[in-house]
């Protein structure tokens, strides 16, 4: 079993939809939880950053995560065609350890 | 992205070549890190470097040699490399080894 699992799409939605992004861990120990966007041909950027349980927003960003259930969300509401990029979601024990990525098209 | 850069952004070579791939990063942190994107997989941490010490190798083959001559440079040497090397060559850093790391654009590797 893999130690973070992630639906690698690809995901394809309308203009100013909702997207939710998910991943799911094994491992009980990691406590910092992240998410970062990389455009094509580019080093993925941090987009969001979480430690405990719970939600935390950023415009239109909300990252969740629920440790009970090892599973963690990223949520996108008034999605633009920007925000077409592959979402990785990553996490920390004593190394950095990520999901395989989503790759996401948001249509016009 | 001007806070980690790595050159070259791309970069063809054959199987007998020697080559090598330069990241430095422009923030003050400690440590620096090498990873491996290659299609439909996660990224692969390759080596990490803390104060200029390795403190990481993750069974990387040894057509692979990094190099950090200080804590704001870190280099991978490649030589004899395959063609299932070919991928994308992320360097990374953060202020230190458990903190949020900040990523280079990348150099895509194409292995002849």
């Known amino acids: 079993q893999k130690e973070v699992e992630q639906d690698p799409g690809p995901l394809s939605v309308p203009e100013g939809a909702i997207v939710s992004l998910n991943c799911t861990y094994s491992n009980s120990a990691f406590q910092y939880f992240m998410w970062y966007r990389q455009y094509s041909r580019k080093g993925p950027e941090l987009l969001m950053y979480?430690?405990?349980?719970g939600n935390k927003e950023d415009g239109r960003f909300t990252a969740q995560v629920d440790k009970s259930s090892k599973y963690i969300s990223l949520f996108i509401r008034d999605s633009q065609p920007s925000d077409s990029a592959t979402y990785l979601c990553?996490?920390?024990?004593?190394?950095?350890?990520f999901g395989q990525g989503t790759r996401l098209t948001i249509n016009p | 992205e001007t806070g980690v850069t790595q050159t070259p952004r791309h970069l063809v070579m054959g199987m007998t070549n020697k080559k090598s791939l330069k990241c430095e990063q422009h923030?003050?942190?400690?440590?620096m890190y090498w990873y491996k994107q290659s299609a439909k997989k996660p990224l692969e941490l390759m080596f990490v470097?803390?104060?200029?010490?390795?403190?990481e190798n993750n069974s990387v083959p040894s057509r692979f040699s990094p190099e950090c001559p200080n804590s704001s440079h870190l280099f991978l040497h490649l030589h004899t490399l395959q063609p299932e090397d070919s991928a994308l060559y992320l360097c990374?850093?953060?202020?230190?080894?458990?903190?949020?790391?900040?990523f280079g654009p990348g150099t895509r590797l194409t292995v002849l």
């Open positions: 979480t430690y405990s349980s």
């Open positions: 990374a850093s953060s202020q230190d080894r458990e903190d949020t790391q900040y």
């Open positions: 470097y803390n104060f200029k010490e390795q403190t």
């Open positions: 923030l003050g942190h400690n440590a």
């Open positions: 990553a996490m920390m024990a004593q190394k950095l350890v």
